[in-house]
């Protein structure tokens, strides 16, 4: 029996920093207060010597953020096709050094849009013609799963708890519940840490969840169904444009979900209802209202 090819991986440094420092505030009784703040780091990428762009990041895995990046921007195909990223605090620049260069960088570079990133995010390339061609067969999903997972994520989001102005995403599944979590100052860094962390590790995303606490706009989704992971979980709202692309992709959207709470948009037929909550009576002389993000 022939034994599988060592896949053929790129050299990585290894310069994740911390992601927030100590520092003093005074509060409402003007008495002084320690506490954190997070870091926010400029980190530009340069693609066989060009410079491509500079994404704003906390820089605790800046490795997987790379990876990443180049495989949901759809940059590069093949991981082998990398040869080296290193890291430079120093320049705060990331150099990315392929085998054979990039087919068509100058066409993907060409084509960007300004998306709803925190801050700013930029797609390069078309990824809606790429997204045109992603059809997921979602599974089904127990009611009872969902609040297990929201449940062990509240042992998460360190950076959050400590530091504020971060958002989190986690790479889970029913078997194994959170797989990855990583913070970062925006919802799109996160994810494609996420993805690099995937791509790196040669994980498939069909029998996975995706949760973040951002909202869902159409990136997310892209990004997300690119991955091929045919669930997506928020705990905050929508856009009409993620819906649709969810929608046409074919991947659960669930949003609004905090405590026993949660919206499923698209892919409701899906979720086996196993652990029902008892409904709260609306306050007296107000109506009911949906949960806020």
Same mark, same amino acid.
């Given at each position: 029996?022939?034994?599988?090819?060592?896949?053929?991986?790129?050299?990585?440094?290894?310069?994740?920093?911390?992601?927030?420092?100590?520092?003093?505030?005074?509060?409402?009784?003007?008495?002084?207060?320690?506490?954190?703040?997070?870091?926010?780091?400029?980190?530009?990428?340069?693609?066989?010597?060009?410079?491509?762009?500079?994404?704003?990041?906390?820089?605790?895995?800046?490795?997987? &953020?790379?990876?990443?990046?180049? *495989?949901?921007?759809?940059?590069?195909?093949?991981?082998? %096709?990398?040869?080296? #990223?290193? !890291?430079?605090?120093?320049?705060?620049?990331?150099?990315?050094?392929?085998?054979?260069?990039?087919?068509?960088?100058?066409?993907?570079?060409?084509?960007?849009?300004?998306?709803?990133?925190?801050?700013?995010?930029?797609?390069?390339?078309?990824?809606?013609?790429?997204?045109?061609?992603?059809?997921?067969?979602?599974?089904?999903?127990?009611?009872?799963?969902?609040?297990?997972?929201?449940?062990?994520?509240?042992?998460?989001?360190?950076?959050?708890?400590?530091?504020?102005?971060?958002?989190?995403?986690?790479?889970?599944?029913?078997?194994?519940?959170?797989?990855?979590?990583?913070?970062?100052?925006?919802?799109?860094?996160?994810?494609?840490?996420?993805?690099?962390?995937?791509?790196?590790?040669?994980?498939?995303?069909?029998?996975? &969840?995706?949760?973040?606490?951002? *909202?869902?706009?159409?990136?997310?989704?892209?990004?997300? %169904?690119?991955?091929? #992971?045919? !669930?997506?979980?928020?705990?905050?709202?929508?856009?009409?444009?993620?819906?649709?692309?969810?929608?046409?992709?074919?991947?659960?959207?669930?949003?609004?979900?905090?405590?026993?709470?949660?919206?499923?948009?698209?892919?409701?037929?899906?979720?086996?209802?196993?652990?029902?909550?008892?409904?709260?009576?609306?306050?007296?002389?107000?109506?009911?209202?949906?949960?806020?993000?």
């Amino acid at each position: 029996m022939s034994t599988p090819r060592q896949r053929r991986l790129p050299e990585l440094t290894n310069a994740g920093l911390a992601a927030t420092a100590e520092v003093a505030a005074h509060n409402e009784y003007g008495e002084t207060v320690d506490g954190a703040i997070a870091i926010e780091r400029a980190l530009t990428i340069y693609l066989d010597k060009r410079e491509v762009v500079t994404l704003m990041t906390l820089g605790n895995y800046p490795e997987l &953020l790379i990876l990443g990046w180049l *495989r949901n921007q759809r940059m590069i195909e093949d991981i082998e %096709a990398i040869k080296a #990223i290193q !890291v430079d605090w120093e320049t705060d620049s990331v150099a990315i050094t392929t085998r054979d260069g990039v087919d068509n960088l100058d066409e993907k570079l060409g084509r960007k849009t300004v998306t709803t990133g925190c801050g700013q995010g930029t797609m390069f390339g078309d990824l809606m013609e790429d997204i045109d061609q992603v059809r997921l067969q979602a599974p089904k999903l127990r009611q009872s799963s969902i609040y297990g997972l929201l449940g062990k994520l509240n042992d998460y989001n360190e950076i959050y708890k400590n530091a504020g102005a971060v958002h989190g995403c986690a790479l889970c599944s029913e078997a194994n519940g959170i797989e990855q979590f990583i913070e970062d100052v925006g919802r799109h860094n996160a994810v494609d840490a996420i993805a690099g962390y995937m791509w790196l590790n040669d994980l498939q995303g069909h029998d996975k &969840l995706f949760y973040t606490t951002g *909202r869902l706009t159409s990136e997310m989704v892209i990004k997300v %169904a690119l991955m091929e #992971i045919p !669930v997506l979980l928020s705990r905050s709202g929508i856009t009409a444009m993620g819906l649709e692309i969810a929608q046409q992709v074919g991947v659960t959207l669930i949003a609004r979900a905090k405590g026993r709470h949660f919206l499923v948009y698209h892919g409701g037929e899906l979720i086996e209802y196993d652990d029902i909550p008892p409904k709260r009576a609306p306050s007296a002389g107000r109506e009911s209202r949906q949960a806020p993000d």
